[in-house]
């Protein structure tokens, strides 16, 4: 399996669980840092912190894709479009779609190849 090209940030949220069992918590940040609580598990996500979090994500997230477009030699559209949109793909499926060039049966395999490459440039 190829892909899953893209960034996650999961997020849990143990607030109604800490209210059941009688445990309060209170998150304090200093105060020129106010979006630093932003995420906590002890609270549930408002839009600001959702919003912080997205951000966060896509920061790294486009990126990515726009190293995926480049080495690949294909335009960040068709990453998008046509590697998976985060998916894992199964390698002729990825063949296919030009993920990747070619399946390498193991690591000396791809060592060999990645010195033959070095050696021949």
Do not use: C, W
Not at 76 to 102: H, P, Q, T
Request: net charge negative; charged share 25%; glycine share 8%.
């Amino acid at each position: 399996m190829v892909g899953s090209i893209g960034t996650i940030y999961p997020h849990a949220e143990y607030s109604k669980q800490l209210e059941t069992a009688g445990i309060a918590v209170t998150v304090f940040t200093n105060s020129d840092s106010p979006r630093k609580s932003h995420g906590s598990p002890y609270k549930a996500l408002d839009e600001s912190s959702r919003s912080t979090l997205q951000e966060f994500v896509d920061s790294y997230g486009r990126p990515f894709i726009e190293d995926v477009s480049r080495y690949r030699g294909v335009d960040v559209d068709k990453v998008v479009s046509d590697y998976g949109g985060g998916d894992a793909l199964r390698a002729s499926v990825a063949i296919n779609k030009g993920v990747v060039d070619r399946i390498v049966r193991d690591f000396d395999d791809t060592i060999s190849r990645m010195i033959q490459t070095t050696t021949t440039s």
